[in-house]
């Protein structure tokens, strides 16, 4: 995967929930019918407006809640990246488990508008705004191996635990 | 009251267990390690997207508990079921819950001692920290890398810093273990990316479904872990649920804490959550608003234990539902559903003109079974308030204690708990 990510901002606020994201009632539909409810009741019509490359913005304690996996809903959108002042631990791996970038930027929203146009680097922290530069702490090797694979479940697969066709 | 610790200290509980299952002489926060996985439990959705691996790390280290949307209230669900039953046959997974032996999985990972002290505990639900009730390092995973752990035996994890509650006294009756964190979560607010370790001289009094409601409810302010410290109480719940061999993790006496918080268990009052989250949105009941409640609930892996029926069943002898409400009790398993029964609570219970479902996560999540219309009132014992959670996002969840809710569903308006029991 690139390490580089440039997109269009989305921001929303703090301690956005997991049922904020994906409620109840979409669990019972197929992904792409699911991603349709993202936000459903905080940014009503969201899903529209998001276009391929976006990245999402969130305060802290971003994703606190449960295990249900969010971010296939939000790559399904297009998500390229979330920035976030705090994550959920839980959340946070879930993402990167699913193959979607996420970097933590404390202090981020002083910085970012909605609607800004920003570069992050996965490898290096550094996070370019219309504002200034900003440095985070850049993502483990660990953690951009599972990105790289694209994911925890391809990288299972190309170890011969999953069928590859499957992954 | 609060007390800075000094920065060089041994470990505490979550860092002596990390240590040990990675291999390691000590962990300090911040680091990443790869640990071995002792028990890694599956739920029913994960089967709703599911691909049988090629091979597995230990069929003996791994359980499946059908629990969340039991019996099937989809086919999507049914089908899950059926991937379950196909996967468990294949692999040989002997700790297989099925419909009838089933329970919320972490009321099903009590029952058969599947956390124990000392050990890592993985599973896909975020309430997997209940687990540290027993001394375990328990925490929720993501669908995927419960997958990863399937297939591999291990995970890492980066070593989050540690709050340490240090219990003081006795809770007094009617108060349980909803109120005591209600109480913390009240007044600290999140924890996010660090764990919380419970121990003192106030412990040996706390009963094992309190410390369950309480680690179960880590979740909610956002921490990593929550753990107990091991005692004789833990030990002897454990050997009465036939656990195998296990060895406690104690904190070292100079442990390192970010924080050491006391609470005065004598002290705590009925607590109530009112709606959205728990943190610093929790109040004593004397301080919340007079609101008229349409549902009631009692269940969840944090208070749909036999405890919370008993609680239940006491306070509605002879007593009524008010019109207009609805009480739904929800056993954590069936074996609290069996054992209700046997007791007489489930009738106690059903007379009151409560309904006493089958064992299911069900309204807790707002899946099936118990949900909130728009511009409803639910008081919930359940394990979470979010908007949304249960229902429609224009109803409002209210949270509090079993007694707290029962005593409600009597007045039907949000009631002091001790009003009743005196």
């Not at chain 1, 991603?35 to 990245?55: C, F």
């Not at chain 2, 003996?60 to 059908?66: K, P, S």
């Amino acid at each position: 995967m690139n390490h580089e990510i440039t997109g269009r901002t989305w921001v929303i606020g703090d301690s956005v929930d997991t049922d904020a994201m994906y409620p109840g009632f979409a669990m019972k539909l197929p992904v792409e019918e699911a991603a349709r409810h993202v936000l459903y009741d905080l940014r009503p019509g969201w899903t529209e407006q998001v276009e391929a490359g976006d990245i999402l913005v969130a305060g802290r304690n971003f994703g606190i809640g449960s295990s249900r996996p969010v971010a296939a809903l939000l790559r399904h959108l297009g998500i390229a990246a979330l920035i976030a002042e705090e994550f959920n631990s839980l959340f946070l791996r879930n993402a990167i488990n699913n193959g979607l970038p996420a970097l933590a930027v404390p202090d981020v929203r002083r910085f970012v508008s909605e609607g800004d146009v920003l570069t992050l680097n996965l490898a290096t922290g550094q996070v370019d705004t219309p504002a200034g530069r900003l440095d985070a702490a850049p993502l483990p090797a660990m953690v951009l191996d599972i990105l790289d694979a694209g994911g925890l479940l391809p990288r299972l697969a190309a170890a011969g635990y999953l069928p590859r066709e499957d992954a | 009251m609060s007390t800075e610790q000094g920065v060089d200290g041994g470990m505490t509980v979550i860092e002596t267990i990390l240590a040990r299952a990675a291999g390691r002489d000590r962990v300090r926060p911040g680091d990443t390690v790869v640990t071995r996985v002792d028990m890694n439990v599956l739920i029913d959705l994960m089967f709703t997207r599911w691909v049988d691996p090629l091979r597995i790390a230990d069929p003996d280290r791994t359980a499946i508990v059908l629990d969340h949307a039991v019996p099937a209230p989809t086919l999507v669900d049914a089908e899950a079921g059926v991937r379950a039953r196909h996967f468990a046959e294949a692999f040989g997974i002997k700790r297989f819950f099925d419909v009838g032996r089933h329970g919320i999985c972490h009321q099903v990972i009590a029952e058969n001692a599947l956390a124990l002290p000392g050990q890592v505990l993985t599973c896909t639900d975020s309430h997997t920290c209940a687990g540290g009730a027993y001394n375990t390092a328990a925490r929720g995973l993501g669908p995927a890398e419960v997958v990863g752990i399937l297939c591999t035996g291990e995970t890492w994890y980066t070593v989050a810093p540690t709050i340490r509650y240090e219990l003081d006294g006795e809770l007094a009756p009617g108060i349980g273990g909803k109120d005591v964190f209600l109480h913390i979560a009240g007044t600290y607010g999140d924890a996010t990316n660090h764990n919380l370790e419970f121990g003192g001289p106030g412990l040996a009094s706390v009963p094992m479904n309190d410390r369950r409601t309480i680690a179960t409810q880590g979740a909610e302010v956002s921490a990593d872990f929550t753990v107990f410290e091991y005692d004789d109480r833990c030990g002897e719940f454990l050997a009465a649920h036939g656990a195998a061999e296990y060895t406690p993790a104690q904190p070292g006496p100079d442990a390192n804490y970010a924080v050491v918080r006391h609470v005065d268990l004598g002290a705590l009052v009925p607590h109530v959550a009112r709606p959205g989250t728990v943190s610093r949105n929790a109040f004593p009941v004397t301080e919340v608003e007079d609101r008229a409640v349409q549902q009631c609930f009692v269940g969840s892996c944090a208070n749909g234990q036999l405890d919370d029926l008993r609680i239940s069943a006491e306070l509605l002898r002879g007593r009524r539902v008010a019109d207009g409400v609805r009480l739904i009790v929800t056993p954590a398993s069936q074996q609290v559903y069996r054992d209700a029964v046997r007791l007489g609570y489930v009738q106690d219970i059903a007379d009151a003109g409560a309904v006493v479902t089958n064992s299911t996560c069900g309204a807790c999540f707002g899946y099936h079974m118990g949900l909130l219309g728009a511009g409803e009132v639910c008081l919930t014992a359940s394990t979470r308030n979010f908007r949304g959670r249960m229902g429609s996002p224009d109803a409002e969840i209210y949270m509090a204690s079993t007694a707290t809710v029962v005593t409600s569903a009597v007045t039907g308006r949000i009631t002091d708990p001790r009003e009743v029991l005196a």
